[in-house]
């Protein structure tokens, strides 16, 4: 039994793996026909330093997260504390409120923000991209901000005014440091949240100002070069660290908290 | 240090009245604790001296000066949680810093009031060790530590105790004690154990739904239990409801008298007995003297606990009795036996019903 679950697993995890697998692999074959057998090459890197809308929208995208991470941290840790830490009318309905946004079709998302923004003379372009980004990411902040908040005891904040701190100081003095690892878990996930963003960019997208899955998606249609796949390998290592850091992070909150 | 005064307190939260009308003072360097069962308000009392909930009504002084209005962090109280609450990103000298720190106290004085009160909770050496790396006795006396290291106007303990196995707690109750004494704060100490409440306390105030039923010297309210509530919270009691007769009341067959005066004005009185006041007597020791009462009972059960038994009575017109014995001689009597109870009348108490 135990023998069949572990087949299945390894099962489970090779259809997860195998097409990026074999996606890594062909950014180091020499041959632009996927031929066998391999020749290593990086030729494709190579290419990829000289494409300059590919890497103009590799630093859109770059930007793009890291405001987003820094302005939906901001905003969403905020909105966790209060929900959390205080009882105010109509809590429970904002609660639930932050979550529909996550579920709700990019697509549908999309096309809402572009007839607001349009509506509203926003427009279109990087920052455009970025209040869609930054309104897509809030609630997942909250949601892993909130998470590290539960896991820390109220009474501590209580402990430090016991002792003579007023409520601001025991939020710099105890509460900012023991959420720190939530914080950063929250920022990274509003960083990967936008990088992978597609849907939103693609509406929100001026001609010529592009996110890279908006370029590598009109790159595809123009016809496929193995250059996607070697940025497409360079992301995955990023992105592979920022979830490990990641899990890593949110793992150390929840220990920490405990006591 | 100085005393603590609560004048007509109050608390509702919504339409849920959790205080009613509490006023009580307590002494200048006294220990007193708050005893009741979870509900009774005594946390909500605690929580209001503290600073943390505010009162719906009614006054709190610390010594000549109103605190009513007073946030937490201007009270200058010492506080002791129930999870401890040690910070625990912070080393346990850090944490005991906390506090000076606020005050402004800095440099040597700091480092000196620190040695001071670990030294006080016998935990020299343990600065710069954090709380998870502490057993559970070991954190409760960093928390202590912090909560005595500003020499606050008064000490608050939330049942610092409860977290804490058996043999750990006794040990920390006489710690707390001496420590209490040593540093001669005003001490009041939330508790629902009741050996807890009677070991460590000067006085004891029970409380229940929301008002002080009682309050006295741990044995003034356990002889002297006023009402029926006291009289079963702390402790076990013997309840014989009975019609008055001649001065006391007729329980199967055997007048039951009390030093104090049964009440003549109605046809049934309840006096209690405590177990261990009970007594077997040898059968034919039948004739009754002034000072004590006598009753006969047949064991119904027996249970036994090493240094002691407990005996289950039943008296001929069906009152279930406690009697708790020294197991001091060899095999007792049986299962099923008659047997002869006697007990002093001045332990027998009135319970107004």
């Avoid at chain 1, 209060?82 to 096309?111: D, N, V």
């Avoid at chain 1, 720190?180 to 960019?201: E, G, H, K, T």
């Avoid at chain 2, 006054?59 to 605190?67: C, E, H, L, T």
Wanted: with cysteine; proline share 5%.
């Amino acid at each position: 039994m135990a023998q069949l679950g572990r087949a299945w697993l390894l099962a489970v995890v090779v259809f997860l793996y195998l097409p990026i697998a074999v996606m890594i692999v062909m950014a180091f074959n020499a041959s632009p026909l996927y031929a066998l057998p391999i020749q290593p090459s990086l030729i494709w890197f190579d290419t990829l330093a000289s494409d300059t809308e590919l890497l103009d929208a590799t630093r859109n995208s770059l930007i793009i997260a890291m405001f987003t991470a820094v302005i939906a941290t901001a905003l969403g840790s905020l909105a966790a504390i209060a929900l959390a830490r205080h009882a105010f009318r109509g809590r429970s309905l904002l609660r639930l409120l932050l979550l529909p946004p996550i579920a709700i079709p990019w697509l549908i998302t999309g096309t809402a923000m572009l007839v607001f923004f349009f509506w509203t003379g926003i427009g279109r372009g990087l920052h455009a991209m970025l209040i869609g980004h930054v309104a897509l990411a809030i609630p997942y902040v909250v949601i892993v901000i909130g998470t590290g908040l539960e896991t820390l005891r109220a009474d501590l904040d209580e402990a430090a005014m016991g002792l003579g701190s007023t409520p601001l100081h025991a939020f710099f003095a105890i509460t900012l440091p023991l959420l720190a690892p939530s914080i950063i878990a929250a920022a990274l996930f509003a960083f990967a949240v936008s990088l992978d963003q597609f849907v939103v960019s693609y509406f929100l997208a001026e001609p010529g100002v592009t996110t890279l899955p908006v370029e590598i998606y009109s790159s595809i249609r123009k016809g496929f070069t193995p250059e996607i796949n070697a940025i497409s390998t360079i992301f995955l290592g990023v992105s592979t660290l920022l979830v490990l850091l990641f899990a890593r992070l949110s793992n150390l909150g929840g220990a920490r908290g405990r006591r | 240090m100085v005393g603590v005064e609560v004048v007509g307190i109050s608390k509702f939260y919504g339409p849920t009245l959790v205080l009613d009308d509490v006023t009580a003072s307590f002494a200048a360097g006294g220990f007193t604790s708050l005893l009741g069962p979870s509900g009774s308000g005594k946390t909500t009392l605690l929580r209001i001296i503290a600073g943390f909930v505010e009162p719906s009504i009614g006054r709190i002084r610390f010594g000549d000066s109103d605190v009513t209005g007073e946030p937490v962090w201007r009270r200058n109280i010492g506080m002791v949680f129930q999870s401890y609450a040690l910070f625990p990103h912070m080393s346990v000298r850090d944490n005991v810093l906390f506090g000076l720190h606020r005050r402004g106290v800095r440099g040597e004085t700091a480092r000196r009031e620190v040695r001071r009160a670990l030294e006080l909770v016998h935990l020299e050496g343990f600065d710069h060790r954090r709380p998870k790396e502490l057993s559970g006795g070991q954190q409760q006396r960093v928390a202590l530590a912090r909560a005595i290291v500003t020499r606050p106007r008064v000490l608050l303990l939330d049942e610092p105790l409860s977290a804490l196995d058996r043999r750990l707690r006794q040990g920390m109750q006489i710690e707390l004690r001496r420590i209490q004494r040593d540093s001669g704060l005003t001490t009041i100490f939330v508790t629902h154990d009741q050996e807890e409440a009677l070991t460590l306390s000067d006085e004891i105030a029970i409380l229940d739904g929301g008002r002080i039923v009682q309050r006295g010297a741990p044995t003034d309210i356990y002889e002297r239990p006023r009402n029926r509530f006291a009289a079963t919270f702390l402790g076990d009691t013997n309840f014989f409801t009975g019609p008055v007769r001649r001065g006391g009341i007729e329980i199967g067959g055997f007048l039951i008298c009390t030093s104090g005066s049964v009440p003549t004005d109605r046809s049934t009185a309840t006096l209690a007995i405590r177990p261990e006041k009970m007594r077997l007597e040898a059968p034919g020791s039948l004739e009754a003297d002034e000072h004590s009462n006598r009753l006969v009972a047949t064991v119904r059960e027996i249970v036994y606990a090493g240094a002691t038994s407990t005996l289950l009575l039943n008296a001929d017109d069906g009152t279930s009795i406690k009697l708790l014995s020294q197991n001091r001689e060899g095999a007792g009597p049986g299962v099923g036996t008659r047997v002869l109870l006697a007990w002093s009348r001045g332990d027998t108490i009135v319970i107004p019903d």
